[in-house]
């Protein structure tokens, strides 16, 4: 059974950074590709950054690019979101995310993607 476990949320001043990990079991990061989207409440889920299997860059959306970097560590099967430069716009629960692909189709998942449960991440001064 695929399971994924977020963390690393908090609240952070404007302008701060944190990291997001996710943590994989029983899903071969050498294999497929995983990501992250976020949820604002009353807010529709938004693709954030997406890294396929054999891809060390990702893919981004243009509210996060320049700001947000995705890596992983298949040995320790997680996968990681820095973020930079936070914005209160920002503030959102955040999820780790696959289709079970091999490659990324952007920086987006289909209505069908495995998510984790989330950590919240809170932008405020």
């Known amino acids: 059974q695929v399971q994924l476990v977020e963390s690393g949320g908090g609240l952070v001043q404007p302008g701060g950074s944190l990291r997001l990990s996710c943590t994989t079991s029983?899903?071969?990061?050498?294999?497929?590709?995983v990501g992250w989207l976020r949820q604002a409440p009353g807010k529709e889920p938004e693709g954030l950054s997406c890294?396929?299997?054999?891809?060390?860059?990702?893919n981004y959306a243009e509210s996060v690019k320049g700001r947000f970097i995705i890596s992983k560590d298949n040995d320790k099967k997680t996968v990681y979101l820095q973020m930079n430069d936070l914005k209160p716009e920002d503030t959102a629960v955040y999820y780790c995310?696959?289709?079970?692909?091999?490659?990324?189709?952007?920086?987006?998942?289909?209505?069908?993607?495995?998510w984790g449960q989330g950590t919240q991440v809170t932008v405020s001064s």
């Open positions: 995310a696959t289709d079970f692909y091999y490659h990324c189709t952007g920086y987006g998942f289909s209505s069908g993607a495995l």
């Open positions: 029983g899903l071969n990061l050498d294999h497929y590709a």
């Open positions: 890294i396929s299997r054999d891809d060390g860059r990702g």
